[in-house]
């Protein structure tokens, strides 16, 4: 038996993070023109606290899409390569449809969202597919969805547009709740923001209530446990799995393209595609999150707040290197995820499920 | 519970007063009957055991009844109507539920979500689970049968009886008449079986039907009104314990006369092969669960350690067999000083082991029979050459050991998993018995298997003593140690209490002494001889 170094837990991170940030900010407050108040400054600027939001697009609702994916017993960390999918065809397809207004009563950013989200769970249903019913290593398939996905992105934009990045189609526009968006401090934030964080909002609590009030996230819950219990209580492993590496899909997709269309408003499809690694971020954001959508939203608005200083910082034109400034999110993962490996996986997330069995 | 008569008869026309009647079952596996033309007849009402070995096909026939399995051939009667199920919704929905043995609960679900799992009541047009009415329900369930558990506990904090329980309300949640229960003691204590029993009468008085699957003679003579006996897939006959007797039962269980309880005849002891001198050893916790034992055991001879469990036995025999290291004290082995050895060392050396838990220690489940026959020996001159594994020859021992031990279905290739647990318990002895080893340490060796494959390991286990090889028992089997022990060591809370003679020591007094009862004054002279006899 060996012994293991004991872990700080969440809470002694939490309290950690706390005394870090208040020393900060009190160094912050009483030296203005240290590194501590530019920082704070950054923090404290609103524009900042709207781009954390739209970063956290992309990692919150791969995270929700994760969790429901790992919950059933299916790890999925194929989510950076939906991700990947989903951004680049919403960017296509509305690049495709033209410059019109809409076609049939809806805008083309709209179409190329709807499209995006599809492709993406079209790619979840075939890893699905491989996984549940070929019982297929998770973990490899995952890897061959993300490279798939890496390759195929900046190969099809190589053929439309010549280049590994595709042309700019413009953004979504914000939409500014009437009243709401006139509270202060928060309602900038939450009420004038563009459709993709509300979407992203409403993922949080929608995901939370699916997995925590409803039979069928007692399911995927027991799926993930323990697939006989539920398979002799009755109910079809395979369809709940399917149902929720689906789910992950549909999440993943949300997010990939009103990244795309709300954030980027193109796609550079070149190394690491404009979605850098963020499917990635969003695996250790719900481990840390202990698979809770909500506790998902707030941990990804850890990694794209620091992203959001960041991209202050340049603007400010603070010649801090940029390759080192771009290490910081994966750093913090590595920090984040040695306070929380304790995280308890599902009891039968990574296993196939063979009801056929004694 | 009601009065059965002797149900053998076949050929009656359909009985209004059947609960389950299975006609005729045939099934058929590649390669295997494991059931062949099995009748059989429940009451209502009644209790009904279903008796056999390890592999006599009493799960199988049990799995057809609950729809896992389709029938090669024969009918399944329900309530006297015809029925087909194709899956274990299909049984459910006809009122029968099964408790099997490994429990089918998610551990970090609560007592009500696990009882309501695929079943939940909706409100809210389906959005939500009403799970004020699961509570209600549940509750009313406990009322009714006089259970009594928190719905709002997390399954995996519940003791195995209160598991066991939270499975029977599971099945009575989904309106269930006839329980099927597979080896529903297997794992729980004494004083859970005892629970059972009761849980079982209040059911059967309540109208309900029990089926219950054992390998145990006297848990179906004490608490069943009818007892079919399955042998070799084969239904051997239909008797009401009242007129039989354990004997008979025995016999037409294992289709030959069988000693319920094993001979030793004296052997001369010779120098001693494991000695522990002030053994103390702590817990993964850190508290001191092992206070300064001390013990040896002779060529020649076995001593028993008797003791509920959780007393210091696993940890106890985690420091003599390497697993742990002790705290305090020595352990010595064929005369050398082997506290500091290694497993390796020791398996090399000689110690057999045959652990406590055989899916967690003793095999590797993924892998077939093969692969772990050669567990431990991988580097013995016997199978290893120059760092090469000889797999026929290992394949040969493995099928030795498949045909010596009598493990069911005896086939080398399938995965231990695959195994049932008696069958799995036998592979494992086997092995561990076939080293050819000086002492041989054997925690529970014969948990869950039938009683014709126990009689062989106890005779396996009395040769080895005969040949002039040193045993230590460990056995919550009172009646195992005892008859087979030349000495009987108490153990309470990491002591021994009391070494005793295992054949003059009375039921009672081992009970007492079990609890923390030390001994009076006259019988420790006694036993002090017997430790004499062995310790110094």
Known sequence: ?358 | MSEPGTATGGGAGPNEDLAVHLDGITKRFPGVVANDDVDLRVERGSVHALLGENGAGKTTLMNVLYGLYEPTEGRVLVDGEPRQFDRPRDAIDAGVGMIHQHFMLVDTMTVAENIALGNEPKKWGGLAVDRDRIEREIADLCDRYGFSVDPSATVGELSVGAQQRVEILKALYRGADVLILDEPTAVLTPQEVEDLYGVLEELTEQGKTIIFITHKLGEAMHSADAITVLRDGKSVGTVAPATTTREDLAELMVGREVLLEADSDPVETGGAILSASNVTVENDRGVEVVSGIDLEVRAGEILGIAGVDGNGQSELIEAITGLRTPDEGTVRFDGDDVTDWSRRRRIDGGMAHVPEDRHEQGLVMPFDLVENAVLGSQRSPRFAHGGRIDWAGVRDHAEDVIGTYDVRPPTADADAESFSGGNQQKFVVGRELERDPDLVVATHPTRGVDIGSTEFIHERLLDLRREGKAVLLVSSALDEVQSLSDRLAVIYEGEFVDVTDPDTITEEELGLLMAGERPSETTKSEASDLVEGGDR
Request: negative net charge; hydrophobic residues 55%.
């Open chain 1, 1 to 358: 038996m060996i012994e293991l170094p004991s872990r700080p837990d969440r809470r002694t991170l939490l309290v950690g993070l706390g005394a870090i940030t208040a020393v900060w900010v009190v160094l912050g407050l009483v030296f203005p023109d240290s590194w501590a108040g530019v920082l704070l400054s950054i923090a404290a600027n609103p524009s900042t606290h709207t781009t954390m939001l739209r970063l956290a697009v992309p990692i919150a609702l791969a995270a929700i899409g994760g969790i429901f994916a790992e919950k059933s017993g299916v790890i999925n960390i194929g989510i950076e390569g939906l991700l990947i999918v989903s951004a680049f065809s919403a960017i296509i397809v509305t690049f495709w449809l033209g410059s019109g207004e809409s076609t049939l009563a809806l805008s083309h950013h709209w179409w190329g969202f709807a499209v995006g989200v599809l492709v993406s769970t079209l790619f979840a249903l075939l890893f699905a597919v491989v996984c549940i019913d070929f019982k297929a290593d998770q973990i490899i398939a995952g890897l061959a969805v993300w490279l798939i996905a890496l390759g195929l992105a900046p190969f099809v934009s190589r053929i439309v547009f010549d280049s590994p990045n595709t042309a700019g189609v413009g953004y979504f526009q914000n939409v500014t709740i009437p009243v709401l968006s006139e509270i202060p401090l928060l309602g900038y934030l939450l009420f004038d923001t563009p459709p993709q964080v509300y979407i992203m909002l409403a993922a949080a609590v929608a995901g939370w209530y699916l997995l925590n009030r409803t039979a069928f996230g007692r399911w995927v819950v027991a799926s993930g446990e323990n697939p006989k219990a539920l398979d002799t209580a009755g109910v079809d492993v395979r369809r709940v799995r399917y149902t929720a590496v689906l789910l992950s899909g549909i999440f993943a997709g949300l997010g990939g393209a009103g990244f795309a269309l709300g954030q980027l408003g193109t796609f550079a499809g070149g190394g690491e595609t404009a979605i850098g690694g963020r499917g990635f971020i969003a695996i250790a954001t719900y481990l840390f999150a202990n698979y809770h959508p909500i506790g998902a939203l707030l941990g990804s608005f850890l990694f794209a707040g620091l992203e959001a200083m960041q991209f202050q910082l340049q603007n400010l034109g603070y010649a801090v290197p940029t390759e080192l400034i771009r290490t910081i999110p994966y750093a913090t993962v590595i920090v984040v995820l040695v306070f929380v490996g304790k995280t308890r996986l599902p009891e039968a997330a990574g296993e196939a499920y063979d009801g056929d069995e004694d």
